[in-house]
């Protein structure tokens, strides 16, 4: 249950958009970085991971999992190339994944909100994302979403906050 919760919020935080009708946000090609800010509610109870485990992980991934077994907030930080073709195809600053339904409620250069439904084995989340460009070197934006899975509703709420870093994105796809 514990992977099944962490790839949910993976995919919730990076399915920012792929509806055909939206128009691409007006931001800068090039090396970008990402913050995802998500808490959860109504989480199952994860089993305790042994202290021995805990100490074996990365510093980044032990205090995430600490947090995600506390139910506090959680950050993560990732760069991304912005291409122009991410742009025309509506996949910059996402990875699009999983079956999911996405309704346009707004769509201009600067702003984009959207409605979303994804289906999974046994669990579907509703959620409403809404992304914002402050100039084109920072886009800004909340998601929140309740997914039902085995007769348990969680409800997540993200914050993102994107900074354009330069033209060259080196070594990042």
Not at 46 to 56: G, H, S
Not at 62 to 78: C, H, I, L, W
Not at 116 to 137: F, M, N, R
């Amino acid at each position: 249950m514990a992977k099944f919760l962490l790839a949910l919020v993976i995919f919730s935080a990076l399915t920012l958009w792929a509806a055909d009708n939206i128009t691409p946000l007006n931001v800068k090609e090039g090396l970008w970085e990402m913050t995802v800010t998500h808490s959860m509610s109504g989480m199952p109870a994860m089993p305790d991971i042994p202290p021995d485990v805990l100490a074996k992980m990365p510093p980044e991934q032990r205090a995430r999992m600490e947090a995600m077994m506390k139910g506090g907030p959680s950050t993560d930080v990732r760069k991304e190339c912005i291409t122009k073709e991410k742009i025309e195809k509506n996949s910059a600053f996402s990875n699009n994944r999983g079956d999911c339904t996405r309704t346009v409620v707004n769509s201009t250069g600067s702003k984009l909100e959207v409605k979303i439904h994804c289906e999974e084995k046994q669990a579907s989340t509703d959620g409403t994302l809404v992304l914002e460009t402050a100039g084109s070197d920072h886009v800004k934006g909340t998601m929140q979403s309740a997914t039902n899975a085995n007769g348990h509703t969680m409800n997540m709420n993200f914050t993102f906050s994107s900074k354009y870093l330069g033209p060259a994105c080196g070594d990042v796809k």
